[in-house]
T-cell receptor, first 111, second 109 residues
Framework: DPKIIQKPKYLVAVTGSEKILICEQY?????MYWYRQSAKKPLEFMFS???????DNQTASSRFQPQSSKKNHLDLQITALKPDDSATYFC??????????FGEGTRLSVL | GQQVQQSPASLVLQEGENAELQCNFS?????MQWFYQRPGGSLVSLFY???GTKHSGRLTSTTVIKERRSSLHISSSQTTDSGTYLC???????????FGGGTRLTVRP
C-alpha cells in the first residue's frame, strides 16, 4: 500500500482556474515537501514544511500556496492557472532531515 | 549555472550490457541520492550515498566528494531497467534536493 497518497493522479484544468492537489502521508513523518517536474526543467524543489510550519519556499509566485490542515497533510493550492504550470507535482515526506520519500505525483495539464 | 549535471542524457543498451551513469556537482555536498523514475513517472529511491561505494543487487553507487562526482553502475542490464535515472544533491539544507536532468536509459532485448 502506498504510504504517501496524492490525489488526483491526473488533473486537467482551464487557464485561469484554481485547483487543489492533495497529499497525505502515513509514515509518521514530521516534514513534508512539494516538488515539480515540467517538460522543460529538472525536478525542482518548491516548499518544505516541518511540524506544519513553512520552512523554505523556492516558488516565486504567490499563486502556489501550500495548506497543512493536519500534520500528515500538505495540500497545494494553485490559483489563476497558466499553461506553464503544466507539470507533474510530487509530494514527499521525511523524518527530520533524512532522505525524503516521494509520492506517485499528480500530473496537471492546463489548457 | 546548473549545480547538478548528469551524463549521458540518454543511453541505449542491449540486454546484458553494463551502464555507467555520471553525476557531477558544483556545490558542497551532504549526500547524493539516486532515484529511478518509472516510465509512468513515479520515483523509486535507489541509494542515499554521502561518500564511498554502496551496492544493491546489480546496482553500485560511488560518490567521491573531493572530485565532486557520483556514479551509478548497472551491471547485466535488463529490459526492466529502462527508465530515467536521476541524481539529487543534498547540500545540507534539509531534505531540499537539487536534481540533475536525468539519464534516460533504454535496454533493448
Amino acid at each position: 500500500d502506498p504510504k504517501i497518497i496524492q490525489k488526483p493522479k491526473y488533473l486537467v484544468a482551464v487557464t485561469g482556474s484554481e485547483k487543489i492537489l492533495i497529499c497525505e502521508q502515513y509514515l509518521g513523518h514530521n516534514a513534508m515537501y512539494w516538488y515539480r517536474q515540467s517538460a522543460k526543467k529538472p525536478l525542482e524543489f518548491m516548499f518544505s514544511y516541518s511540524y506544519q510550519k513553512l520552512m523554505d519556499n523556492q516558488t516565486a509566485s504567490s499563486r502556489f500556496q501550500p495548506q497543512s490542515s493536519k500534520k500528515n497533510h500538505l495540500d497545494l493550492q494553485i490559483t489563476a492557472l497558466k499553461p506553464d504550470d503544466s507539470a507533474t507535482y510530487f509530494c514527499a515526506s521525511s523524518q527530520d532531515m533524512e532522505a525524503p520519500l516521494f509520492g506517485e505525483g499528480t500530473r496537471l495539464s492546463v489548457l | 549555472g546548473q549545480q547538478v549535471q548528469q551524463s549521458p542524457a540518454s543511453l541505449v543498451l542491449q540486454e546484458g550490457e553494463n551502464a555507467e551513469l555520471q553525476c557531477n556537482f558544483s556545490t558542497s555536498l551532504n549526500s547524493m541520492q539516486w532515484f529511478y523514475q518509472r516510465p509512468g513517472g513515479s520515483l523509486v529511491s535507489l541509494f542515499y550515498n554521502p561518500s564511498g561505494t554502496k551496492h544493491s543487487g546489480r546496482l553500485t553507487s560511488t560518490t567521491v566528494i573531493k572530485e565532486r562526482r557520483s556514479s551509478l553502475h548497472i551491471s547485466s542490464s535488463q529490459t526492466t531497467d529502462s527508465g530515467t535515472y536521476l541524481c539529487a544533491l543534498d547540500n545540507n539544507a534539509g531534505a531540499k534536493l537539487t536534481f540533475g536532468g536525468g539519464t534516460r536509459l533504454t535496454v533493448r532485448p
